[in-house]
């Protein structure tokens, strides 16, 4: 790869990290997502911004992978940065998933206790079976 290809490469990664940085401070401040949340593209754009930048890190990085062009690297460390922040969302959202779950349940529940007191009278419906 030529070094001009490079450079064009390597500056087009700089300019999406930092418009991802830029994107993600914003919506922090505007709250459409939350700050536990930020910090995992935050860090990602980061990591993205620095190697973009270093190239003599790049290069290392690239050696030690066994490939011959650095931006070949570092499209392949991020596409595993993002790969590890989308893993670790898809998480999040089983867990938040299962709470939904259990949250209604619970209403359900509550809500047939309602009925059960609205039925059959406080004294009734507060009284448990045994």
Do not use: C
Not at 97 to 106: E, G, M, S
Request: charged share 15%.
């Amino acid at each position: 790869m030529d070094p001009e290809t490079m450079h064009r490469l390597l500056n087009l990664t700089t300019l999406l990290s930092a418009a991802l940085i830029l994107l993600v401070l914003q919506s922090v401040r505007r709250e459409h997502i939350r700050v536990e949340y930020s910090v995992s593209w935050l860090t990602a754009a980061i990591v993205l911004l620095v190697l973009s930048r270093a190239e003599g890190a790049l290069g290392s990085v690239a050696w030690w992978l066994g490939i011959a062009h650095p931006p070949v690297a570092l499209l392949l460390i991020a596409l595993g940065v993002f790969l590890l922040v989308f893993f670790r969302f898809s998480i999040i959202i089983s867990h938040l998933k299962d709470t939904n779950i259990a949250l209604a349940q619970r209403v359900a529940i509550l809500e047939y206790r309602i009925e059960s007191l609205a039925r059959t009278g406080p004294a009734q419906a507060l009284a448990r079976p045994e």
